[in-house]
């Protein structure tokens, strides 16, 4: 019986080639028996030229758009506050020079200073190696063991980032393990990311199109934690390290009721039991007297939080079973937000952070704090005068003291 196939196999190739329509490359079953060459296939004549620079034309006209949109929303360009590659960096600075002045801690101590100010005051332009949703023991403990620092750390701490470190501690933890494994692709695209970036908003990657999608329903899901209970964007970060509340927090009140209700939820109302206050003080007190050990010193500095959630705060850590007991047991004095006489009544528009004006208030002021305290800080001669509560809010504004967001305590 003959093969079902005996026919194509005797069919000769170009007889096949002639009935293929233009433009289809030839396969191996058009040439049985034979090896099978490069595929072919016709390029259609098209206006190449034109189509590609209507290609351009779009991507140039929607990049446009969505920057212009960005900028509407107030994204700045060159803000890396959405990765840790400039905390990596600042922190290996500290393996490559001296340095005097170091500020430590979670979000507050970084949107809370200015560190133009600092500079201002004391000639020193700090690292800032605070932590946005960190934790400054963790930091603490890593610079402790680092025998390259021997000047001063300032260590911001709220107490339910630093005693209760249960949120926190894992943002921490990639922050120092970046700064001390940094692949080489990682850094050449924050090297690039510093490039461009100063171009460009839409970079911002807590404004990426994919985050925006997720934050159109706060709860897709019954049960589900949702997009609305986490953290969004709430910070600027520079190249350099200086940071400050995102501007756009300092006058958008559904951003503002946003964030304050995610702080309500992460800081429970309940107290930190006994047992593990007393496993951060001996933490604590071991990293402070490592520096010590090496000729340096260290401040702790407690910033403001609004009267709303500084009830939560203390109500989980009361300053005397927290604050109080850690500068006894470490031995080491601190500048309290509460104690700073010309601080009082800020502006903390979603009740955690300070805006940007009072900022610069609150570095003055605890500025000139630390350096009282320690020999290793000073005031130049030349320093600007004090600065004081009216310089960044109204009066009228300030005798408000019991508006949430308002006060420090």
């Known amino acids: 019986m003959a093969s079902s196939t005996s026919s194509s196999s005797n069919m000769p190739p170009t007889a096949t080639h002639e009935r293929l329509p233009m433009g289809l490359r030839l396969t191996a079953a058009d040439r049985p028996g034979v090896a099978q060459p490069v595929p072919e296939r016709d390029i259609p004549h098209q206006p190449w030229g034109r189509i590609s620079l209507v290609v351009v034309i779009l991507v140039l006209l929607l990049s446009s758009l969505w920057e212009w949109q960005m900028r509407r929303l107030e994204l700045v360009p060159g803000d890396m506050s959405s990765s840790y590659d400039t905390w990596a960096k600042l922190r290996r600075e500290v393996d490559r020079r001296d340095v005097p002045l170091l500020l430590i801690g979670d979000s507050r101590i970084l949107y809370d200073t200015d560190l133009d100010r600092v500079q201002q005051l004391t000639g020193i332009r700090p690292i800032q190696l605070g932590i946005a949703g960190g934790t400054g023991l963790l930091v603490l403990e890593d610079i402790a063991d680092d025998p390259h620092f021997k000047g001063l750390a300032v260590v911001g701490m709220a107490e339910t980032s630093f005693f209760d470190n249960r949120f926190t501690v894992v943002r921490t933890r990639e922050a120092i393990e970046l700064s001390k494994k940094e692949s080489p692709s990682k850094r050449a695209s924050y090297q690039i990311q510093r490039v461009i970036g100063p171009g460009l908003a839409m970079l911002e990657e807590d404004y990426g199109l994919s985050t925006l999608v997720a934050h159109l329903d706060p709860h897709w899901r019954p049960g589900v934690r949702g997009p609305y209970d986490n953290v969004w964007k709430i910070g600027q970060l520079a190249p350099d390290g200086s940071a400050r509340l995102w501007q756009r927090l300092e006058h958008d009140k559904r951003l503002n009721d946003h964030a304050r209700t995610v702080w309500f939820e992460l800081f429970p109302p309940f107290p930190i039991d006994d047992k593990s206050i007393q ?6 007190k071991t990293a402070v007297d490592k520096i010590r050990a090496r000729g340096g010193d260290v401040v702790f500095l407690r910033p403001p939080s609004g009267l709303d959630l500084g009830k939560v705060e203390y109500g989980h850590i009361p300053r005397a079973r927290g604050w109080d007991p850690l500068l006894a047991y470490t031995h080491t004095k601190g500048v309290h937000a509460d104690d700073l006489a010309n601080a009082q009544n800020l502006n903390l528009p979603e009740s955690s952070h300070l805006s940007h004006a ?52």
Do not use: W
């Open 279 to 284: 496993e951060i003080l001996v933490r604590s």
């Open 358 to 409: 009072c900022a610069i208030v609150f570095t003055d002021a605890y500025i000139r704090s630390v350096t009282q305290l320690t020999p290793m800080l000073h005031l130049k001669p030349d320093a600007p005068p004090p600065l004081s509560t009216p310089d960044c809010v109204p009066p009228s504004a300030a005798s408000l003291d019991q508006a949430p967001g308002k006060v420090n305590r």
